[in-house]
Every structure is written in structure tokens, then in C-alpha cells.
């Protein structure tokens, strides 16, 4: 006989242990001598340090619970099996300890909201007192027998329960294993009881099993100690094992804090003022409370309950009930959201969806899943994305307990649907979200169940007419059912009874008795929002008089009248101020977008907080006033804004109550706003790093003005242009727009400001303000352009965002005159707004196609990163989660006309639809093409989608059933790079690998006309005009040609200017003009009329600058880049002189001037050493060619007849500058590149530098090397150039040092200058041989004194990238250089005195100041100002006179600048006279 459970919960059933011999007894041998069945390592040892912990209620240390659990070693022989001998104390010890440590383990458990874990505790608590309580011969056999029973059939049970097997399944054997040996170990020892001692099931029913017959059935009383005892150790052992299981499973479910940190950014934020409605009173509403419960247990029926009813029926109190009823988050999995109108901008959709998971997460699976999901990032909590919020946090992380029982299943409250989304309820997205994710959830498994309560307002009867939930309807009015009045008189007793006891000598216990009672519970009509509202009128005056006044309105359940009441007896009255009051009050706090505090509202309406309080007070049967101020039911709101109620004079009209709000909004910022509002002490401490922030705002800024500042332009879009209001919205924008700035910065409101002011310009535009639009235009734009500033800094809004604004804004010109000491621009900056109103930032790949919706107001981008995102213009925020689905790339991205639908097309060979609202993949993915998709495109309808595809196919497919339109339009001998509908939708256009331009008819799939064909190499891309005329295409051969559609043939000549690839091209809307974008890193206009091109690029290398030098007499600088030209710069103007100077093949690596100037040498990776004239910019004679590698170094000799040229063939070669042929042998000698070379002063000598860490020394004429190579850099040998005097020689190397040498004994000079922190590329000796320049990879510019070794002053910094070349200008006043960032600087050197200045006012930025950030930090780090990213390449640094490159330059006048705790007089004089 070996019973054993099935336990279901298993994947993997353990086979079962072998039974000890330990109750059937070998011949021969006595029970007694029989061992305990007990390994010696499970045999628990008592220790003192085991319970402690746990009393202490601190961590377990050990995983397994150690007891003295041994066989008493003093147990005689004989008679050692009388109950009341063996070792009692002991075993009560071991029992106490044991049930000690359970206890606690229980504790825990009911803590956390663990019930199984609670229950199983409790269950072998039981089982053990049962043990010892027959071992004490206290209990008759039997009840040991039922015990464990019972115990096994309540722990399988609890074993299934939330979440425990997930548990188990995830752990394995370190906490499965010691349960199912524990589980088998008691089934084990229930069978042989029965089985050793002859009981059998009537044996135990009959209640008969005591001990003497146990012992009369065994036989001896000494066999009956063996089994008793063996009973106990066994049993002991067994709770030792589930002891370390329950220890495990705490630390599974509960202590793992990092997914709670994870989790806890789930949690929304419940305003103080939001508590749950008050629950039914006790004994009401049975009958329906008991229908939920049913439905809730019911698998076969829906899983949405729809509790509906008219306002007042009592729906919120069910709801509030239910959550107690149905034990949520106690003994069920589930969760509880309760809309409230008031507190809309707070209780949104997405709230409720990151409540309920977050509430769901107690189950270790959906906990385990979203922990994962939000580490790596893959969860947006914040997308305004609804339905795929639901998906990752609800319906995902659901279906992941599918098969959870019904008793288990979770189950979710939703209160007041209707209130979701505020005033605008129906209108509002909030509401519309809802509706759609509800529709979601009806499509869940049945098990999963939601209940909701609501009124039946169109948009939900809609809903709930397709989802057919389970619904209760509440019967009111006329149709009241008698259980709902009975209710309703349960309800009154006992709100009766507290009256009374307000009124002991007045009042009967029993007033108003029962007749009245009842006539209330009918006039109530059902709801029990009437008589709530009764029972607080009655609260607030004379009882008996309140009464009369309560049943002396007309009809059953008349809200109307009741409130009419309300209104006459706390106003009997009123003056006009009084109604005035009243109505600004009321109004007030329905359309107020939050709920305010009685004194906000005093303050915000400007009334007298006692005039407030009157009006709160007499309403206070209708609304509640002990924290925010909210009405206790929407049916009062209803009744205020209904023209036609009773109370037609105290109607509220929305547009007024806006307009007053707006008006006072507009009052109070007027009054309050005011020029550094949180008196910041210092401009160097940003607002995070503000102690105490958020309590001293409290102080600074009111909570009304904090409103004002948030939903002025709120509340002023539903209002009218008064005067008074237009001139208030004027000296905001005139006055008061920086300090507005101040309350949005501090609050972190950044990005709401600039929807703010875009709900401002829109109302301007309504109604025609135009001489505000400008400078409104410009307020958006400001937020935008230093949003990261505004973010960080309130005194930077005036010392860093002010200074840089564009100068001919309107902002410039109305702010920045009255904040004098700040920083000027003496030169550059922006003369007006970037185009560029926002940098959208997330993909992970480069971005290779973006598209716009119709309306403007998204764009959607496709990148290599395989997926397609969406963003929202004006926020420059991603919407939603990012689209993905593709496997590779995403070559192409398009919005359909109705912007509702994206297509995209990929590498991976498929296009696919996406539905923008949801995220989700619209349809299966269209395949068919059979290779990668390179193009995509809506039809005008938005019905159909052309793809094109290299494997030379155009295809067409059905929006809506996703099958192909026809057959595939073949005729391109090439990959079809590009697609394009003509306007009317009849038409497609085509571009090819094959070079040509295809039309094709879309209803025939024939090809339109012959190949249009003249670009040169591939066409990348085609546009139609929006007239259908013309087709514009671009191509690889850098053209851009129009072409006439009915004739085939181009239209005028080919637009020329690009440098690169043409990679996309498009239409204006007029058909005007045509865009095109490069390669070259440019973008172009151009006319279609003239051809020619519509303004000009910018001027500048489009690629690293690697060597710079300056003519002899001072008037040029020679520059030479990656981007394989020469440039001559005029060192006063910062302008080209000439064009560019052009014939190399590849990188231009190095340039020289000739010494009298009128020449330039270049050497270059083509191999070749160029000569070019100065004046006319054309190369002199031909190429010098020879080298077998890339030429890194070239210059001229002395007196010019000769140049000096170093390779990577590690071979230096001269040559003779008027014949070009070269002169004598190659130099060889060095075992690696040749990095640099130079004459020597006399031009007899020529010096090279290598990778091979030497210098060497050649004689020019013989061409032999002079003396031993220069040895000692650890490093390669980069640059080396001859004091004027010929005597010194100076190294840069990779080494980072700069190195002095003797040019006679090849001794280094002193020591190595050190400083640099990267590679330092270039030096220079100045004429007078008293300085060396350096270029470093640190991006640094440094000085060195030849003499004493020492750096003079501090490094030039201003390059982002490293620098190349440096060289000194003749009269040695000024230094060039030459950088990775594609720019030329000069730094003028006369103000050098400058650096060793102490730290002031105007002197800290030229005075070791540093970029980090954009911030300039003076020589204790502080943040003096900052720049945009787009100024700070062109930002003139120290000493820095010239600036050449692609940037916009930027010199600062900082004479008058005030920073650090000087930074409040930025305002100056003007402070002073505005005040």
C-alpha cells in the first residue's frame, strides 16, 4: 500500500523515494535497536545564532534552520516507549523553535501579500502540534491520521496557487526538490500507519483509535515507542527540509529589491487630494454585491461586468465595495482605479494602465516579465502610444498566466468611466484611449475579468454594444426595485442616528422615524446620491427645518430640486456680489484643470478668503472643502451648466468661466512674475543642485501662480480678445516672457512651455493679432533653441540664451536692450533661427529615410537599426514605441495622405503597413520582391502602396487586403532605387541602377513613353511636381535634371554644383523650386525656371584640415585637407582668396609657402608634389611624381629653388623647382614612414622624421646622412623643424612630449616638454627662436619657452577635434592651426600678458577657461556661460583673431559681463529705472 498525490503543478515528477524499513523490522532484531531513518546531515543541530536573526527580523543567514533534533541518547532500553518518558523538554523546545520560526515565516508572508506562503506555515504549524500532541498521549491516533490528511490536501492545494508554481518551476531543485521529497516523505508515513498497525478507514471515521488499542493491535508497548518515535524524527526531519524551501521561496518572491527599484517607476503618483469613494454601508446593496461575486468566479461568462446606472445610483460606492468584497490584492490577484472629473489631468488612461500592472506585478511571473521588459529599456512608460502602453504592461504580461484558476484569476476595478477625460469627456484623447484599450481587454481570456462602472453615455453604450459584457444595470427613478429602497432606508437610519446624537435633548433616538424614512428612500428614487445630498443638507442647519425643506421638493429622485434647495437655504438672498462671487467660484473650480485649495482660489479669483469661505460653507452639502475643493458628484456640475435648470441664474456658462480663469491667470502672472523669482544666489549653481529646491520654491512661487503659469493659455483658447485681456497678453509677451521662463525652468516645464505658446499663437492667429504674432512666433522657438539650458539654469536664461538670440529676432530687440552686462557678440552669431527647429535623437543607426505626415505635425524615420520611428515636430519627442518588426535595414519611410497608415520597406526584402495610432504591424508583412526593397510610396488615396526593389521589379499592392495589384512592372535592366505616384494617382515614376527614368501607367502596368535617359550613372532619386508636368530625378553623376513627362525629353540644362552623389530630391509645393541632397553634406535650392542655384553653400574644407602655414609677409595662410584641395585664406577678411586650389587625386597632407610668397607646394596621398600659383590659383608646371607611397611632408629650400619631400616609401627626395625633375638619389636610411622633413636655415642640410622614433640629418649635396641620428622619443617622430639660427632642433612625437636638440652634437637640450595628454602632431620655431608651437591630438594648442622648458600661459584651446599643423606667422605675433574639426584658426599671441592675469570679471574667460558640455568654465570649473552646439566650433577662444571653416564664427565682447554672485546685476541701470 503506497498512496501517493498527484501533484498536477509538477512539469517533471520526481520518482519516489524508497520507504525505510524503519516500521517492518527484520527477523531477529527488535524495533528498538532499529536506527532512526534519518541521515545524519539532515539531522538538524541547535544553535543559538539560528533563531536569532529571525526574532531580530533580520536576514537569513543560513538556508537550512538547524535543530537539535537527535534521539535522546539517555532513552532506556526498555519501557522507553511510555508516553510521558521521552525527553519531553527537548522535543517542546524543538516544537517552540520550530512554530517560533514559522510564525515569522507567516508574517512575512501575510506582509508582502503572500497567502499560499502564509497558509502552508499555518499548515505544518497544525501538523506538528498534531504530532506531539499524540506523542504526549494528549490525542487519540486518529486525529494524527486526519491531520496529516488534511495537510496534505491543503498544501497541494496551496502549492497551486498565484504564482507559487512559477516559483518553483523557476528555482528547480534547490526549492522543488526538498517540497516533493517533503510531500512524499508524509504520504509515506500516512501509509504506514495504516498499514503497520492494522487501522483501517472505519477504524478512524469511528473515532476508536486511542492508544491502548493501538497498542493491544501491535502487540507490545515497547515496539509502539519505536514507531512513535521514528514518527516524530521523521516528521522533524521533513519540517527542517520545508523550512529551507520556505526560506528560499522568501528570497525568490520577496527579496529581490532591483526589480522593486524597476517596478517602482510604474507606480503613478496619486494626488494628495484623490482617496477611494466611500463604500456601501454595511447590509446595503447585498444582492448586486453578490451578483459580482458570481460573475467574478463564472469562466463561461464574459470577462467585462458593466455596472451602469443614472448619476447619483450609487455606482462609485459599489465599486469601492467590491474592492474589499472580491478581497483584491488580499487573497486575489487584481487592482482598483477610481476616475474622478476634477482630477483629470491626473487620472489619464495611461495612469490606469501602469496602476493596474503595477499592482499585477505581485505575481512573480508578470513581475519577472515586466522587471525584464523595463531593465532593457523596451517600455516606454511615457508614450502617448495607448495601445501599445496596454500591450507591454497588460494584455503581454497576462497571457503569460493563462492557465490560472478562476479563484486566482485577477480581476480589475475601473470607477466612473464616464469622468475619464474631464470636461471634454467624449472629446477628450484621454477618453478615446480608454475606450480603445477596454475594447482590448474584451478580446482577453474570460478568467481575466474587469469590471466597470459608468453612466450609459453614447461612446460607451457603443463600446459595450460590440464587447457584449455581463452588465447590471442599477434601477433608478420610477423603475427603483424595492431591495434599492430598502438600501436607501439602511443608509438614512444610520446617517439619522449620528444626527441624533448631535441633538440628545431635542431629538428621539428615533427621529425622524419610519414613515418620513420611507418617504425619503422614495423621493430618493434610487439614488443614493440624493440622499446623501439630503442628509448633508439636513447637516448644515436646524435639523427639523432642513428636513421640511428636504421633502418639499417635487418628483422621486429630483436632483434638480434638491440642489435648488441647497442653493435657497445657504443663500436665501443673495446680492448681486454675492451671486458674482458665487459664480466665479463655481466656475472656477469646474473648469480649473486641477484642483485647488480654497486659498488658491481666493488668491487666483482675487476675492477675500472669508467671502470664499461663506460660499464654500453654504455648499458644503455638495461639495468638499477640508483639502482641495471638489464637488462630491458630478450631477451637481451637471445641474450648474444645464441653462434650463431651476437655478437658471446661477447657470454656468464654459466659455465665460474660461475667459474669467484666463483673465485672472493673466492678473496674477502681471502681479507676481518678477526677475529671479527664486532668489538664486550664484549663477554657477545649476537648479538641481540647489538645496532644498523644492520647499523653497513652496515659498517663492504661489500655488496660483504656479497654475497661472501652467494653464493660462488653457483656459484662454475657449475665451474672447476683451481689451483687457488683449492687453494683458501684451505685456506678457513685452514684459514678462523671461520670467515666465524663470517658473517653467524651476518647475522642470520646459517642454509643456512650448505648448503653451503654440496654443497662445493659435488663438492670435483665431482671431487676426497680428502685431503679436511676430514676437509670439519667436517665444516657441527661444524654448526650443535653448531648451537644455532652460532646463538646467534660470540665471542663464539671461547670461547664456539672451546673448545668443538671433539679432534680428524680435526677442533681441525687445529683451535684449534691458540686459546691458551680459554677454555682446562683437561679430557673427546667429543673425536669425536655425532651420533647424529640432534634432530628433534615438535611433541606433544611421537614419536612411524620413517622411512627413500631411498634416506636419509627425515625421517618421527608418534607420539601419531595423526599425521605424515616429516623432511629434513639435516636441521633438518619439511617439510611441519604436515600430519593429523588419530584420534589416529600413531603406524607405512614407505617412498616406491621411497620415493614419505608415509604409516601410527594407533590406530584409518585405514592405509592411503600420497603424500609427497603435504601433502595431497593420496586416501581414506584403512579400514578393526578391531582393531588397529600396523605395515605398502611397498612392494620392492612400489605397495603394509602389515599391521598388533590386531585384528590378516595380510592384503594387492593396492597402487593405495586402495582395499585389496586378502583375509586377519589369523593364528596368538595373535595381529600381526609386518610386514615385504622379498626382492623380495614374501615373508612377521610376529610378534605376540602369541609369534611366521610367513612367509607367498604373492601371495597365505598362511602361508611359520611352526611357528618359542622360544621367551618367545610377538615378537615385525621382519627384513629381504637383501639376503632374514635370519629374525632377538626381543621380550618382551629381546632376539633378528635370524632365518633360509628356514629351520624354529634359527641360533645360543639367543643375551643376554638387560634389557628391545625389542621394534625394523633391519638389516645393508651387513646383518652383527643387531641393536636392548630397554626399557632399550639402543641401540645395534651385530654380526650375533659371537652373540656377537659389542662394549660396557655405564656404569652408568639407573635411579634416592636416596642415596650415603662413606666407612670409604675413598676408596668407595656405591650408590643405582630406578633401583633396588646397585653400588660400586673407589673414584680415577670414575670406578664400581664389577658389580652391584643385588637381589631387587624394588627401592634400601637407602644404608650404615658397619664401617669397608667391608660390605653394603641396604633397599628397596620390603620390604626387604639386606646385600652384598664388595669384591665380593655377598649379605651376607639372606634378612631381616618384615616391611609391603617400607624401606626408613637403617644403621649400631657403631661396626657393628647391623642395624637400618625405613619403611613407621612407624615402626623402628633393627636387628642383623649376625643371620638377628631382634632384640626385632618394634619401634612404629609415626603417619606417617618413613623417616630416625641413631645411635647415643655410638650406644645406635637411631633416626627417620617422616612425621609426629618429631624427636624421642629411647633407644636401652629397645626399649622406650628417652624423647619428637623433635617438630618445618613445615614440613616432611626427613634426621636426630648425631654430632660425640653424642651432636647435625641435621634436613632437607620439610620445606626447616636445623635444629640444642640438643640431651640432645631436644632444637632447634640457629636458622633455611635457604637458600635452595625446600625440603631439606639429611644432613650430618662432623667428626669434625664443618660443616652440605645438599641435596636439588633445585638440590643444601650447606654448613653450625654448630656454627655461616651461609652458608659457595656459593651452589655446577652441579646436573639438586634433590638431594637425601649427606654424608662426613672420613677425611671430600670431599662430596657426590646423584641425580635425575642419577649421583654421589664428590665435593672436600680443595679448599673451593675459594668462598669467588673475581670475576677474572680464579676464575669467580668457584666463584658463575650458568647454565641457557646451558650458565655458573658468579655472575653477565653474560655469561661466554656455553655447549652443551649433556655436561652438565658430566660438573665438582666447587670443584667437581668425577663424576659417564651415561654422558660424563667433567672437564675444565680455567687457560688461556679470557672472557668479554678481550675476542679478545683469539688468544694470535698467533695474533701477523700471523700479
Same mark, same amino acid.
Given at each position: ?890 531603406? =524607405?519611410? !512614407? %505617412?498616406?495622405? #491621411?497620415?493614419?497608415? +505608415?509604409?516601410?520597406?527594407?533590406? *530584409?526584402? /518585405? $514592405?509592411? @503597413? &503600420? ?19 529600396? =523605395?515605398? !510610396? %502611397?498612392?494620392? #488615396?492612400?489605397?495603394? +502602396?509602389?515599391?521598388?526593389?533590386? *531585384?528590378? /521589379? $516595380?510592384? @503594387? &499592392? ?19 532605387? =526609386?518610386? !514615385? %505616384?504622379?498626382? #492623380?494617382?495614374?501615373? +508612377?515614376?521610376?529610378?534605376?541602377? *540602369?541609369? /534611366? $527614368?521610367? @513612367? &509607367? ?19 537615385? =532619386?525621382? !519627384?513629381?511636381?504637383? #501639376?503632374?508636368?514635370? +519629374?525632377?530625378?538626381?543621380?550618382? *553623376?551629381? /546632376? $539633378?535634371? @528635370? &524632365? ?432
Amino acid at each position: 500500500m503506497e498512496p501517493k498525490p498527484n501533484w498536477k503543478f509538477w512539469k517533471k515528477k520526481k520518482s519516489p523515494k524508497p520507504t525505510t524499513s524503519s516500521l517492518s523490522t527484520p527477523a531477529g532484531t527488535s524495533a528498538a535497536s532499529v536506527p532512526a531513518p534519518v541521515a545524519a546531515s539532515a539531522t538538524p543541530v541547535e544553535t543559538n545564532s539560528t533563531i536569532s536573526p529571525i526574532v531580530n527580523n533580520q536576514t537569513v543567514q543560513n538556508s537550512v534552520v538547524a535543530t537539535d533534533d537527535s534521539p535522546p541518547s539517555n532513552l532506556p532500553e526498555q519501557h522507553a516507549c511510555l508516553p510521558s518518558r521521552p525527553c519531553v523538554s527537548k522535543t517542546e523546545a524543538w516544537l517552540s523553535r520550530a512554530t517560533l520560526f514559522l510564525t515569522f515565516t507567516k508574517s512575512v508572508a501575510e506582509g508582502v501579500g503572500l497567502t499560499p506562503l502564509k497558509a502552508a506555515c499555518e499548515g505544518v504549524v497544525s501538523l506538528l502540534e498534531a504530532v506531539q500532541a499524540v506523542q504526549n498521549n494528549r490525542s487519540a491516533w486518529n486525529e494524527l491520521v486526519l491531520a496529516i490528511k488534511t495537510h496534505l490536501d491543503t498544501f497541494e492545494q496551496q502549492l497551486g496557487q498565484v504564482g507559487i508554481s512559477d516559483i518553483l518551476e523557476e528555482v528547480e531543485s534547490s526549492l522543488k526538490g526538498p517540497i516533493e521529497d517533503y510531500l512524499n516523505d508524509v504520504t509515506d508515513l500516512l501509509a504506514n500507519i495504516l498499514a503497520e498497525s492494522g487501522i483501517t478507514e472505519a477504524d478512524i471515521k469511528d473515532n476508536k483509535l486511542t492508544i491502548s488499542v493501538l497498542v493491544q493491535r501491535i502487540g507490545t508497548t515497547k515496539l509502539e515507542a519505536g514507531v512513535i518515535n521514528d514518527y516524530r524524527l521523521r516528521l522533524q526531519t521533513a519540517q527542517s527540509k520545508i523550512m529551507q524551501s520556505l526560506i528560499l521561496y522568501i528570497a525568490s518572491s520577496v527579496g529581490n529589491s532591483k526589480d522593486d527599484a524597476v517596478l517602482a517607476r510604474l507606480q503613478f503618483t496619486k494626488p494628495s487630494n484623490i482617496s477611494r469613494p466611500r463604500e456601501c454601508v454595511k447590509g446595503t446593496r447585498t444582492d448586486i454585491l453578490a451578483k459580482c461575486k458570481e460573475w467574478s468566479l463564472n469562466e463561461d461568462t464574459p470577462n467585462i461586468l458593466w455596472i451602469k446606472g443614472h448619476p447619483g445610483g450609487g455606482k462609485s460606492a459599489i465599486a469601492s465595495s467590491l474592492v474589499n468584497e472580491l478581497e483584491i490584492k488580499k487573497k486575489r490577484l487584481g487592482s482598483s482605479f477610481f476616475f474622478q472629473r476634477q482630477n483629470a489631468i491626473a487620472m489619464t488612461t495611461p495612469a490606469l494602465w501602469r496602476t493596474v500592472a503595477y499592482d499585477l506585478a505581485r505575481h512573480p511571473t508578470i513581475r519577472k516579465s515586466l522587471a525584464a521588459e523595463m531593465k532593457k529599456e523596451e517600455i516606454d512608460l511615457e508614450t502617448p502610444n495607448i495601445d501599445v502602453l496596454f500591450q507591454q504592461l497588460i494584455q503581454g504580461p497576462l497571457t503569460k498566466i493563462e492557465d490560472i484558476p478562476i479563484e486566482q484569476s485577477p480581476i480589475v476595478v475601473i470607477d466612473a468611466l464616464d469622468e475619464c477625460g474631464g470636461l471634454d469627456s467624449q472629446r477628450s484623447k484621454d477618453r478615446k484611449d480608454l475606450i480603445r484599450t477596454l475594447d482590448s481587454w474584451s478580446k482577453l481570456p474570460r478568467n481575466f475579468k474587469l469590471i466597470v462602472t459608468s453612466r450609459e453615455e453614447s461612446d460607451i453604450a457603443r463600446l459595450f454594444s460590440r464587447t457584449q459584457p455581463h452588465t447590471i444595470e442599477l434601477s433608478t427613478g420610477e423603475k427603483t426595485d424595492m431591495q434599492s429602497k430598502e438600501d436607501i432606508q439602511s443608509f438614512l437610519r444610520i446617517e439619522f442616528q449620528t444626527i441624533t446624537e448631535r441633538y440628545p435633548e431635542s431629538l428621539s433616538a428615533d427621529w425622524p422615524g419610519s414613515k418620513i424614512i420611507e418617504d425619503l428612500a422614495v423621493k430618493a428614487g434610487g439614488l443614493f446620491i440624493w440622499a446623501s445630498t439630503a442628509i448633508k443638507l439636513i447637516e448644515a442647519g436646524e435639523p427639523e427645518e432642513q428636513l421640511k425643506q428636504a421633502l418639499s421638493g417635487k418628483g422621486t429622485g429630483d436632483m434638480n430640486s434638491l440642489y435648488v434647495q441647497v442653493i435657497k437655504m445657504s443663500f436665501p438672498s443673495p446680492s448681486i456680489q454675492v451671486v458674482q462671487n458665487l459664480l466665479s467660484v463655481v466656475g472656477t473650480i469646474i473648469v480649473a484643470k486641477e484642483p485647488m485649495r480654497l486659498s488658491a482660489v481666493a488668491q487666483l479669483l482675487s476675492i477675500a478668503k472669508p467671502v470664499a469661505e461663506h460660499i464654500c460653507t453654504g455648499l458644503q452639502s455638495v461639495m468638499e472643502s477640508k483639502e482641495e475643493l471638489r464637488f462630491r458628484h458630478q450631477s451637481f456640475v451637471d445641474f450648474l451648466l444645464d441653462p434650463g435648470s431651476d437655478a437658471s441664474n446661477l447657470s454656468i456658462s464654459l466659455g465665460k468661466a474660461h475667459e474669467a480663469l484666463a483673465s485672472r491667470c493673466l492678473k496674477i502672472m502681471r502681479n507676481e512674475l518678477r526677475f529671479n523669482i527664486g532668489t538664486i544666489e550664484s549663477s554657477y549653481t545649476l537648479n538641481d543642485e540647489i538645496p532644498g529646491l523644492e520647499s523653497w520654491l513652496e515659498k517663492c512661487i504661489s500655488p496660483h501662480l504656479l497654475y497661472a503659469s501652467r494653464f493660462w493659455t488653457t483656459h484662454l483658447e475657449e475665451a474672447s480678445p476683451s481689451p483687457e485681456i488683449l492687453d494683458d497678453v501684451r505685456y506678457f509677451l513685452r514684459n514678462q516672457f523671461l520670467f515666465w521662463l524663470e517658473v517653467i525652468s524651476l518647475h522642470q516645464l520646459v517642454n509643456g512651455g512650448v505648448v503653451i505658446l503654440l496654443v497662445l499663437l493659435r488663438w492670435l492667429k483665431r482671431h487676426c493679432l497680428e502685431d503679436l504674432i511676430a514676437l509670439a512666433s519667436d517665444m516657441p522657438r527661444f524654448i526650443t533653441h535653448f531648451n537644455t539650458l532652460i532646463l538646467q539654469s534660470v540665471p542663464h536664461i539671461y547670461l547664456s540664451a539672451l546673448p545668443f538670440v538671433p539679432k534680428q529676432s524680435w526677442i533681441a530687440k525687445e529683451y535684449g536692450p534691458r540686459y546691458p552686462n551680459t554677454l555682446k557678440i562683437e561679430e557673427g552669431g546667429d543673425q536669425k533661427w536655425l532651420a533647424t527647429l529640432n534634432i530628433l535623437s534615438g535611433h541606433n543607426g544611421d537614419v536612411l529615410s524620413v517622411g512627413w505626415s500631411a498634416d506636419g505635425q509627425r515625421i517618421v524615420s527608418g534607420s539601419y537599426d531595423k526599425t521605424v520611428r515616429i516623432w511629434d515636430v513639435t516636441t521633438g519627442q518619439q511617439q510611441g514605441s519604436l515600430l519593429d518588426g523588419h530584420n534589416d535595414w529600413v531603406e =524607405s519611410v !512614407a %505617412f498616406s495622405p #491621411d497620415g493614419r497608415r +505608415i509604409v516601410s520597406g527594407s533590406i *530584409d526584402q /518585405t $514592405v509592411r @503597413i &503600420w497603424d500609427v495610432e497603435t504601433g502595431k504591424q497593420h496586416g501581414p508583412s506584403l512579400e514578393g520582391h526578391n531582393g531588397w526593397v529600396q =523605395s515605398v !510610396a %502611397f498612392s494620392p #488615396d492612400g489605397r495603394r +502602396i509602389v515599391s521598388g526593389s533590386y *531585384d528590378k /521589379t $516595380v510592384r @503594387i &499592392w492593396d492597402v487593405e487586403t495586402g495582395k499585389q495589384h496586378g502583375p509586377s512592372l519589369e523593364g528596368h535592366d538595373g535595381f529600381v532605387l =526609386s518610386v !514615385a %505616384f504622379s498626382p #492623380d494617382g495614374r501615373g +508612377i515614376a521610376t529610378g534605376s541602377s *540602369d541609369k /534611366t $527614368v521610367r @513612367i &509607367w501607367d498604373v492601371e495597365t502596368g505598362r511602361q508611359h513613353g520611352r526611357s528618359l535617359k542622360g544621367h551618367n550613372v545610377w538615378v537615385r =532619386s525621382v !519627384a513629381i511636381s504637383s #501639376d503632374g508636368r514635370w +519629374i525632377v530625378s538626381g543621380s550618382f *553623376d551629381r /546632376t $539633378v535634371r @528635370i &524632365w518633360d513627362v509628356e514629351t520624354g525629353k529634359q527641360h533645360g540644362l543639367s543643375f551643376e554644383g554638387h560634389d557628391g552623389w545625389i542621394q534625394s530630391v523633391a519638389f516645393s509645393p508651387d513646383g518652383r523650386r527643387i531641393v536636392s541632397g548630397s554626399n557632399d553634406k550639402t543641401v540645395r535650392i534651385w530654380d526650375v525656371e533659371t537652373g540656377k542655384q537659389h542662394g549660396l553653400s557655405l564656404g569652408g574644407h568639407d573635411d579634416r584640415v592636416v596642415s596650415v602655414a603662413i606666407s612670409p609677409d604675413g598676408r596668407w595662410i595656405v591650408s590643405s585637407s582630406n578633401d583633396k584641395t588646397v585653400r588660400i585664406w586673407d589673414v584680415e577678411t577670414g575670406k578664400q582668396h581664389g577658389p580652391s586650389l584643385e588637381g589631387h587625386n587624394d588627401r592634400v597632407q601637407s602644404v608650404a609657402f615658397s619664401p617669397d610668397g608667391r608660390r605653394v607646394v603641396s604633397g599628397s596621398d596620390d603620390r604626387t608634389v604639386r606646385i600652384w600659383d598664388v595669384e591665380t590659383g593655377k598649379q605651376y608646371g607639372l606634378s612631381f611624381e616618384g615616391h611609391n607611397g603617400w607624401i606626408q611632408s613637403v617644403a621649400f629650400s631657403p631661396d626657393g629653388r628647391r623642395i624637400v619631400s618625405g613619403s611613407f616609401d621612407r624615402t626623402v627626395r628633393i627636387w628642383d623647382v623649376e625643371t620638377g625633375k628631382q634632384h640626385g638619389l632618394s634619401f634612404e636610411g629609415h626603417d619606417d614612414w617618413i613623417q616630416s622633413v625641413a631645411f635647415s636655415p643655410d638650406g644645406q642640410r635637411i631633416l626627417s622624421g620617422s616612425n621609426d622614433k629618429t631624427v636624421r640629418i642629411w647633407d644636401v649635396e652629397t645626399g649622406k646622412q650628417h652624423g647619428l641620428s637623433l635617438e630618445g622619443q618613445d615614440g613616432f617622430v611626427f613634426s621636426m623643424t630648425f631654430s632660425p639660427d640653424g642651432r636647435w632642433i625641435a621634436t613632437g612625437s607620439s610620445d606626447k612630449t616636445v623635444r629640444i636638440w642640438d643640431a651640432e652634437t645631436g644632444r637632447q637640450h634640457g629636458r622633455s616638454l611635457k604637458g600635452h595628454d595625446g600625440w603631439v602632431r606639429s611644432v613650430a620655431i618662432s623667428l626669434d627662436g625664443r618660443q616652440i608651437v605645438s599641435g596636439s591630438n588633445d585638440n590643444t594648442v601650447r606654448i613653450w619657452d625654448v630656454e627655461t622648458g616651461q609652458q608659457l600661459g595656459s593651452s589655446l584651446e577652441g579646436h573639438n577635434d586634433q590638431v594637425w599643423s601649427v606654424a608662426f606667422s613672420p613677425n611671430g605675433r600670431q599662430i596657426a592651426s590646423a584641425s580635425d574639426d575642419k577649421t583654421v584658426r589664428v590665435w593672436d599671441l600680443r595679448h599673451a600678458p593675459l594668462l598669467e592675469m588673475s581670475f576677474k570679471k572680464a579676464s575669467s574667460y580668457l584666463n584658463a577657461s575650458r568647454m565641457t558640455d557646451g558650458w565655458i568654465r573658468g579655472p575653477n570649473s565653474e560655469r561661466l556661460f554656455w553655447v549652443a552646439p551649433h556655436l561652438q566650433m565658430g566660438l573665438f577662444p582666447p587670443f584667437q583673431t581668425l577663424f576659417i571653416g564651415q561654422y558660424i564664427q563667433t567672437r564675444l565682447d565680455m567687457s560688461k559681463f556679470v557672472h557668479g554672485a554678481a550675476w542679478t546685476q545683469v539688468r544694470g541701470d535698467w533695474a533701477e529705472a523700471s523700479a
